[in-house]
């Protein structure tokens, strides 16, 4: 088992920035990829970014790119999620999650660990 725990959300101004970040515990030496989603309210989940295990090959949605980066320190087993630039669009819960995977997926149904969840409110 290997348990996420979720960090860093809150309320910020269009144009602001939040870092996310996201503590792994249990088995984490069995966890290759990390991947951050993002639910808003009356939609489904969607991928927002994903980073391997070397932290050497990365992906993001397209409505994020070149405002969001994901990174991660494996010394520390925490992943992070700098957001800049926001938009009231951004408003979501963000959800960490962990993959058995040595590539980087960017659908849900490919990853195993969830966590709790963070609410990410941005207002106009």
């Known amino acids: 088992q290997v348990q996420l725990v979720e960090s860093g959300g809150g309320l910020v101004q269009a144009g602001g920035s939040l870092r996310l970040s996201c503590a792994a515990s249990g088995r984490t030496y069995s966890v290759y990829a990390m991947g951050w989603f993002r639910r808003a309210p009356g939609k489904e989940r969607e991928f927002v970014a994903a980073?391997?295990?070397?932290?050497?090959?990365?992906a993001y949605a397209d409505s994020v790119k070149g405002r969001f980066t994901i990174s991660r320190d494996n010394a520390k087993n925490t992943v992070y999620l700098q957001m800049n630039s926001l938009k009231p669009e951004d408003t979501a819960v963000y959800y960490c999650?962990?993959?058995?995977?040595?590539?980087?997926?960017?659908?849900?149904?490919?990853?195993?660990?969830w966590g709790q969840g963070t609410q990410v409110t941005v207002s106009s």
């Open positions: 999650a962990a993959a058995n995977s040595m590539v980087v997926p960017t659908t849900g149904r490919r990853y195993d660990y």
């Open positions: 980073i391997n295990w070397s932290g050497g090959s990365t």
